[in-house]
């Protein structure tokens, strides 16, 4: 078999940051800390930390220890969980993707300069509700998470308006909706950059590249994870005749594996590589010619404090 490796894969600067973070904390105050939501969207990585004493929460309310430091995750929050913080008298520690602190500065800007803000992502998921806890008036954000929604928007002639977009969105249907908003809005034409992170972007275009080599494409990531399931559906975009999204090597079919000659592999931004690893190293035990190259179609050298 031929095993096509994408190149960037895996952790993204943001994890990254987060999970030393989260380790940092784990040193300085012992077991256990405490963190709001998932610190990244991964299975395994959520499991390894609640193994050393890492504790998960959906809110503050449900703190058992109000001593404890309570670490914010990479999706970032709002500005109603930071009050509520300070006013439990928690001691924050904040992990959010800077990334994403630059989307908040944006949206906030734009609410002082009197915008309306197109909102593009998904309406439940924790960055984008971080993003629209910014505002003072939430009621001034308008989430559109497909073209439709972006027909169907309408403001009056008066209306300043602005956009942001979350930043793990799939790049081609993002393009696709702020080209329907930009015909509607052309007074949003000098707004098109979307805010898709360079990492998000720098694995899909991966994954076009690697369909080019191989027609089955398995990506390492977790079903809640954004990125992750992006992959996915850019890998067929692009022209996969499968892509399957797996958590770990226990979930390959193989069955459905045994014609396939060529196949890719890449994993998601908050994908860990040892999962990479016991991919491979199941793949060598299964097959006795297995000849793997590696797909490179960006370096990244981000570092974030």
């Known amino acids: 078999m031929e095993v096509y490796l994408a190149q960037p894969r895996g952790f993204c600067a943001g994890v990254r940051r987060a999970l030393a973070i989260v380790a940092e904390t784990l040193y300085k105050y012992g077991a256990p800390i405490y ?6 969207h991964n299975k395994h990585v959520i499991e390894d930390l609640k193994k050393q004493g890492v504790v998960f929460i959906d809110e503050l309310c449900e703190l058992t220890d109000y001593l404890r430091p309570v670490i914010f995750s990479a999706h970032g929050v709002s500005q109603e969980v930071y009050f509520q913080a300070k006013q439990m008298g928690i001691k924050i520690i904040d ?4 990334l994403v602190q630059a ?8 609410e002082q300069s009197g915008c309306d803000i197109i909102v593009i992502g998904k309406p439940t998921h924790p960055e984008i509700l971080g993003t629209i806890g910014q505002l003072q008036d939430a009621g001034k954000a308008h989430i559109v998470t497909m073209v439709e929604d972006a027909e169907n928007l309408s403001f009056s002639a008066d209306v300043k308006l602005g956009l942001v977009t979350q930043t793990t969105l799939a790049i081609d249907d993002t393009q696709e909706i702020m080209s329907v908003l930009t015909q509607k809005f052309p007074v949003l034409a000098t707004l098109t950059k979307a805010n898709i992170c360079f990492a998000t972007t720098n694995r899909q275009r991966a994954v076009q590249e690697l369909v080019r080599h191989a027609p089955y494409i398995l990506i390492i990531g977790s079903k809640n994870s954004s990125n992750s399931t992006h992959l996915r559906e850019a890998a067929l975009r692009y022209g996969a005749k499968k892509a399957w999204l797996i958590d770990d090597v226990s979930e390959i079919d193989w069955n459905a594996l045994k014609t396939v000659s060529s196949l890719g592999i890449t994993a998601g931004a908050s994908a860990p590589d040892y999962l990479i690893d016991g991919l491979l190293k199941k793949l060598h035990q299964r097959y006795a010619n297995l000849n793997i190259h590696d797909v490179i179609t960006a370096k990244e050298d981000v570092m974030f404090k």
């Open 103 to 110: 989307v908040h500065t944006r949206v906030k800007k734009l």
């Open 35 to 40: 963190v709001r939501h998932e610190i990244v």
């Open 95 to 98: 992990a959010t993707c800077p």
